[in-house]
């Protein structure tokens, strides 16, 4: 990965009571990956916002780093996250 083609942008993601974001995550410490978006759901909040893209790297939720966090704590923090979600990006600049 050449780090010079790569930007950093946070994405605030609002969810309705009950909703998920509509996000796929792989990855964590235990898969031997960088978290990071697999799949968007097509009309899902995180697909509408237009910020996301699969391949981004999610470097953190609401401020906790998930670089040292299994892909089960991941998927937990973002489950557990509440209405406002604050995703830090690592992406591709094109």
Known sequence: IN???RGTVLVELQKKEGCGLGL???GGIDKNQR???SNLRPGSIAHRCDALLVGDDIVSVNGIQTANLRHEEIIN???NAGTNVTLEIDYEIP
């Open 3 to 5: 780090e010079d083609r």
């Open 35 to 37: 978290p990071h978006v």
């Open 77 to 79: 923090l973002l489950k």
């Open 24 to 26: 796929t995550v792989s």
